[in-house]
């Protein structure tokens, strides 16, 4: 059984059916090729900053983390691990999958604080690996929320990408950033068919990959050295993209260590 940590970005949810489309692809790999399983992590970014706006307050980010304070985290917990973990699950509902949501702690990373500064910012401990291996032996498409439960029994904001790379990590499993363009795009905004540290690093330093792109092509890079193999980024608005990595074809960007 091959599993595959798909990440999802959060503004997946701010376009109508977009994931239920990309469940129905799932739902379609699971009948064609019943040797791949998924798990599914995801963000939600875009939804913590209509909740803390609404609710009157300023947020930051620093290096493409969010600086959480502790009096926003009732609001970051609520729109990541509330609402966003169960609109998806009712998207996967849709689309014929028996979801099951849950938390980092549930799928066995231990979260700790990333630094001060950054208040209840966390970062992932590779643990085991969690409920995780027995949800998908009962058939269960694991939905993940990017807040951990830290050993000091603080709640923590861990970025979605920083999440799906531990859990991958965890497993040894395949890893597919789905977001909300193609690829890495150049300088001249063309897709990058291939990426590795030295790319990363001279895109970055010519301010090329900026912001979340930023920590998620870090992360890709992470992610590809321990499991000593290729990390795809690609876009949840090409569900089909899911089929093509599956059967072993290329799709958007490939990390490699
Ligand atoms: N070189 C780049 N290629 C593609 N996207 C980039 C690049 N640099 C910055 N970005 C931005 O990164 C965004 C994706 O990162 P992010 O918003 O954190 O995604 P997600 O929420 O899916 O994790 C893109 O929508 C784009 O605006
Ligand atoms: C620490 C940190 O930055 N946490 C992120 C978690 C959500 C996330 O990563 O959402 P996307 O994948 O949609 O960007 C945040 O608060 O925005």
């Given at each position: 059984m091959k599993t595959w940590v798909i990440k999802v970005g959060?503004?997946?949810?701010?376009?109508?059916?977009a994931a239920t489309e990309l469940f129905k692809e799932m739902a379609k790999i699971a009948t064609c090729h019943p040797s791949n399983q998924f798990i599914l992590v995801h963000g939600g970014g875009a939804l913590v900053d209509r909740w803390l706006s609404d609710a009157g307050f300023a947020t930051a980010k620093h290096q493409g983390l969010r600086i959480s304070p502790k009096e926003q985290m009732p609001y970051i917990i609520g729109a990541l691990s509330g609402c966003a973990n169960k609109q998806l699950m009712a998207q996967a509902i849709v689309a014929n999958l028996q979801p099951f949501g849950c938390s980092l702690y549930e799928a066995g990373i231990t979260v700790t604080q990333k630094l001060k500064a950054l208040a209840q910012v966390g970062q992932c401990q590779v643990g085991k690996a969690g409920v995780l291996p027995e949800l998908l032996a009962m058939g269960r498409l694991p939905v993940v929320s990017s807040i951990g439960i830290g050993p000091d029994g603080q709640l923590y904001n861990v970025n979605a990408d920083e999440a799906a790379e531990a859990i991958a990590s965890a497993l040894g499993a395949e890893l597919v950033f789905m977001t909300d363009v193609e690829a890495v795009l150049d300088k001249n905004k063309q897709p990058i068919r291939h990426l590795n540290a030295e790319g990363i690093n001279m895109l970055i330093e010519t301010g090329v990959i900026v912001g979340g792109m930023e920590v998620k092509v870090k992360t890709s890079l992470r992610a590809a050295q321990c499991l000593r193999r290729g990390v795809y980024i690609s876009s949840?608005?090409?569900?089909?993209n899911l089929s093509f990595l599956v059967g072993g074809k290329h799709a958007g960007t490939q990390v490699t260590p």
């Open positions: 959060g503004a997946v949810l701010n376009q109508d059916d949840w608005q090409k569900p089909e």
